[in-house]
């Protein structure tokens, strides 16, 4: 349930209506079931494990970690960073995950005072990769107005604490299995 007390179906079911959707919900054909989650949410849907906490967000968000076949996948979005206070849910969620996802947010540099400020959401999200452990960390959520120059630089300052960071791109793959899968012959 959301801070309102409305459901994922309610929530859903509101954002569809016009002017955002030309269709409503009801309308599709499909059977739909929902299922409305909360933090410290644990699903099992066959060898794929869910986990969820709560994001350091004032109207709330869940963080989730995804693991299958001994890979792990952390997905935090929304989660607003300080410099120096990790967010301890956040790195119990993503101890030894292979991949961060992490929200670098929409900052706007323009009204940043110094250096420290203007990289906060981004070195906040390698400080939780450090400390958690982490593999890999993609990070997201770019100012569209930046310049992929800027962009490369900002990457490039924060690949010296921790080299296995990058900016996320439209396209790109990451490899997060940590074994091997059988091949199905056929």
Same mark, same amino acid.
């Given at each position: 349930?959301?801070?309102?007390?409305?459901?994922?179906? #309610?929530?859903?079911?509101? $954002?569809?209506?016009?002017?955002?959707? @030309?269709? +409503?919900? #009801?309308?599709?054909?499909?059977?739909?079931?929902?299922?409305? %989650?909360?933090?410290? +949410? %644990?699903?099992?849907?066959?060898?794929?494990?869910?986990?969820?906490? !709560?994001?350091?967000? @004032?109207?709330?968000?869940?963080?989730?970690?995804?693991?299958?076949?001994?890979?792990?996948?952390?997905? !935090?979005?929304?989660? &607003?960073? +300080?410099?120096?206070?990790?967010?301890?849910?956040?790195?119990?969620?993503?101890?030894?995950? &292979?991949?961060?996802?992490?929200?670098?947010?929409?900052?706007?540099?323009?009204?940043?005072?110094?250096? &420290? =400020? =203007?990289?906060?959401?981004?070195?906040?999200?390698?400080?939780? !990769?450090?400390?958690?452990?982490?593999?890999? %960390?993609?990070?997201?959520?770019?100012?569209?107005?930046?310049? &992929?120059?800027?962009?490369? $630089?900002?990457?490039?300052?924060?690949?010296? +604490?921790? @080299?296995?960071?990058?900016?996320?791109?439209?396209?790109?793959?990451?490899?997060?299995?940590?074994?091997?899968? @059988?091949?199905?012959?056929?």
């Amino acid at each position: 349930m959301g801070a309102n007390g409305a459901s994922i179906k #309610q929530r859903l079911s509101d $954002q569809m209506l016009r002017p955002n959707f @030309p269709v +409503s919900m #009801q309308t599709m054909r499909s059977q739909m079931h929902f299922h409305d %989650i909360a933090p410290g +949410s %644990i699903i099992r849907l066959d060898d794929v494990v869910i986990e969820t906490i !709560a994001l350091n967000r @004032p109207n709330g968000a869940l963080g989730y970690r995804i693991t299958w076949n001994g890979s792990s996948v952390v997905y !935090a979005t929304d989660t &607003d960073p +300080s410099l120096g206070h990790l967010d301890q849910g956040l790195l119990y969620l993503a101890h030894q995950a &292979d991949l961060l996802i992490y929200d670098a947010d929409y900052f706007c540099y323009a009204n940043a005072n110094d250096a &420290d =400020q =203007q990289l906060l959401p981004w070195k906040a999200g390698t400080e939780v !990769a450090i400390a958690a452990q982490v593999k890999q %960390i993609a990070l997201f959520h770019h100012d569209p107005n930046h310049e &992929d120059d800027f962009l490369d $630089q900002v990457e490039a300052e924060l690949k010296v +604490s921790l @080299p296995t960071v990058q900016l996320a791109r439209e396209g790109s793959n990451i490899q997060v299995l940590s074994k091997s899968l @059988p091949v199905a012959n056929g």
